[in-house]
C-alpha cells in the first residue's frame, strides 16, 4: 500500500517563526518528493521538490529529505500571515504509479 | 511559458446530466494527471494520461472517464451526475517520465 502521512493540523504558529511541517511515506525506494502549497479554494502550488538526503534550501523555505527514515520535511522561516494554507506532501513511488499525495497540513500564521 | 489551462473554470449542473471537462498542458508536456478535491478531502487521484494512453486509473466508478489527443490536451467526463460529484476538478501536467506536476487553475463543478 502507498501511503503518505500528513498531520491534518491545524499547525499554527507566531509570525516571524519557524514552521515545521511533517510527511513521513511507506516505500522506501521511493525517489522524489514534492511539497505544494494550496491556498483556501485555489490549486496547489509546487513550491520545492527534493530528490537527494539532506536539505534544499530554497528562499525561506527548506525541504528535508531522509530515506532512511522514510520522512521528508518542509521548514519555512520567518513564517508571515501569507504563509497561512494547507500544505500538501507528494511522493513518486517506484513502478508505474501515479504521484500520491498526502491529505495536507492547515498552516496558520497568526499576525 | 504559459500555464495549465482548464476551461470552463465554472459549472452548474443537475443529476443526472453529464459533464465534460478539459484541460490544455504546459507546452511540451506529454501528461495529465486528473484529481477530484471536496471541502476537507486530500486530492483524489482520478486518471492519468501519457502520449494518449491511460497510464493509470484512481478508484471512481465507470461513469467517470477519460481520454488524451495527439496535443497533449485531454478530456474528462462524469456521466449521470450525482450530488456527492460536487467538487474541484483539478488537471495536472508533467513532462511524463519526470514526476514535478503543475496545476491548472481547476474546474469547480456544482451538482444540484
Known amino acids: 500500500q502507498k501511503e503518505v502521512e500528513q498531520n491534518s493540523g491545524p499547525l499554527s504558529v507566531p509570525e516571524g517563526a519557524i514552521a515545521s511541517l511533517n510527511c513521513t511515506y511507506s516505500?522506501?525506494?521511493?525517489?522524489?518528493f514534492f511539497w505544494y502549497r494550496q491556498y483556501s479554494g485555489k490549486s496547489p502550488e509546487l513550491i520545492m521538490s527534493?530528490?537527494?538526503?539532506g536539505d534544499k534550501e530554497d528562499g525561506r523555505f527548506t525541504a528535508q529529505l531522509n530515506k532512511a527514515s522514510q520522512y521528508v520535511s518542509l521548514l519555512i522561516r520567518d513564517s508571515q500571515p501569507s504563509d497561512s494554507a494547507t500544505y500538501l506532501c507528494?511522493?513518486?513511488?517506484?513502478?508505474?504509479?501515479?504521484?500520491?499525495f498526502g491529505k495536507g497540513t492547515r498552516l496558520s500564521v497568526i499576525a | 511559458k504559459a500555464g495549465v489551462t482548464q476551461t470552463p473554470r465554472y459549472l452548474i449542473k443537475t443529476r443526472g446530466q453529464q459533464v465534460t471537462l478539459s484541460c490544455s498542458p504546459i507546452?511540451?508536456?506529454?501528461?495529465v494527471s486528473w484529481y477530484q478535491q471536496t471541502p476537507g478531502q486530500g486530492l483524489q487521484f482520478l486518471f492519468e494520461?501519457?502520449?494518449?494512453?491511460?497510464?493509470n486509473k484512481g478508484n471512481f466508478p465507470g461513469r467517470f472517464s477519460g481520454r488524451q489527443f495527439s496535443n497533449s490536451r485531454s478530456e474528462m467526463n462524469v456521466s449521470t451526475l450525482e450530488l456527492g460529484d460536487s467538487a474541484l476538478y483539478l488537471c495536472?501536467?508533467?513532462?511524463?517520465?519526470?514526476?514535478?506536476?503543475?496545476f491548472g487553475p481547476g474546474t469547480r463543478l456544482l451538482v444540484l
Open positions: 495536472a501536467s508533467s513532462l511524463g517520465v519526470e514526476k514535478t506536476q503543475y
Open positions: 516505500d522506501r525506494g521511493s525517489q522524489s
Open positions: 527534493i530528490y537527494s538526503n
Open positions: 507528494a511522493v513518486n513511488f517506484p513502478g508505474n504509479t501515479p504521484l500520491v
Open positions: 507546452s511540451g508536456h506529454r501528461s
Open positions: 494520461y501519457f502520449s494518449e494512453t491511460q497510464r
